[in-house]
């Protein structure tokens, strides 16, 4: 693919050939990885019988059972040689739903077993036409911080669009969704700014930013919020297999950090503090919520929804204790009962008694409604009752969460708009409510809130009025 412009900026795309090779160093490391990761899976049997852990919760069930496709990829990585593990990405589809070898939805396609010898030349056709993701992630960049323009490093075989230097592809587009809800909901500048340094500026106690996903994948969002937050200690809760793609990624990428893998002989490094990653087997979860580390954020995003009802329960309980007073629950799950798998929310509304649905404003929601959860009226946020919870599946969940509904039509010019959890108010006149234009903000006025009263109050003020 010649370079082009696109938007005024240059575009190529980053093949095979443009990635940074892993070092032996880096090789030595993950294949050592692989190892350890393989012997904790033999063992795992026997530790979860002297542990007294229950096999329905922590052996892999739902979408993770033994012998799926995730146990295709893994059994190539773990014996992978170097050509393998320099190109990991390539074998991680399982995760994200997208085939990086062939540039589209992964579902139904085989998985890689090698790396394919003619992939760059494959590429180059499949490249001729850039993807809609690219002009998705530009639009949306055009709303944010240059801080939150994420690309993902030119390494494991990353290919993609590249813009201005960034990669992207639909991963990255998917990332950006994210960090940008953590970021429009506060969480993350919250923890971005808590540094050593503005503490001792200020005269505070400082207290290092503790993160925990369950279930992290192969490390995509672990990889970006790190960079955002790199003071932060970051625990990824997952089964071993996928352990195995995370701990490569990120113990290669963030090699100047402390990063430890968790086994049953060596528990004492749960208390470990510094900025770095944390990987911890699923089936030591319990293990780490008895050490009481309080966490700030804990993270869920797709997999909860591939779990079984049992699972889904025994997280939530772990992570109303981790969150203490001060800590939220981000999650954003798809709704799978079609899949005859689960709808996550449903559950979860019965296991915190908050939650706060958050309005994705710069990308259309790919990949489901994002939430946050507590157990504590945590500041400053408008918490609303769980019990009050309408999911998909009830009359109220289909009418107020899938399509927007005109709630108040005319109010000083604007018509009320409920969709997805969130308030709009958008001028009349300028048709119909569309998720696309509010994302580019589209419209000549356009005001969004968390509750009915709160929009009012923010046309009210935006249109310089008083009273109501």
Known sequence: MSNRCIGGSEMDFCYLKDQQSISAEAYQQARELCERIRALIAGRPESLRRLGRAAEVHLPHGNWELDRGLYACYRTVVDGDYAILNNLRLFAQVFTGFQLTSLSKGQGLAIPREVPPDLDARLAELARQPSPDVDAYLQAAMHLPDTLHLTPPSVFGEVGWRVDGKIINHDTRAYLERVALLAHCGQLWKLRNRTQCHASLHGQPWRRPRILEIGGG???????????????????????????????????????????????????????????????????????????????????????????????????????????????????????????????????????????????????????????????????????????????????????????????????????????????GLPQGEGPFDAVRVSRRDYSKLFTADSKEELKQAIRSGLGLRGT
């Open 218 to 424: 192969y490390g995509g969002l672990a990889y970006h919020l790190m960079s955002l937050i790199p003071e932060a200690r970051y625990v990824i809760v997952d089964i071993p297999e996928s352990l195995l793609f995370s701990s490569i990624y990120l113990s290669t990428l963030w090699e100047n950090k402390e990063n430890v893998l968790i086994t049953p002989d060596r528990l004492a490094d749960l208390d470990q503090d510094s900025a770095g990653f944390t990987f911890l087997p699923n089936f030591l979860f319990d293990d780490y919520c008895a050490a009481g580390p309080e966490v700030d954020l804990v993270i869920n995003t797709l997999s909860m929804s591939e779990m079984t009802e049992p699972q889904v329960r025994y997280y939530a309980k772990g992570i109303t204790n981790l969150l203490g007073e001060r800590g939220v629950f981000f999650e954003q799950n798809q709704d799978n009962r079609p899949l005859e798998m689960l709808d996550a929310k449903t559950i979860l509304a019965r296991c915190f008694p908050l939650w706060l649905p958050l309005p994705s404003l710069v990308l259309p929601p790919m990949q489901g409604q994002a939430h946050l959860w507590s157990a504590t009226p945590v500041k400053p946020y408008a918490w609303r009752p769980s019990s009050a919870f309408a999911g998909p599946g009830s009359q109220d969940g289909d009418d107020m969460e899938a399509n927007p509904k005109l709630i108040e039509e005319g109010y000083l010019g604007l018509n009320v708009i409920y969709y997805r959890g969130s308030w709009f």
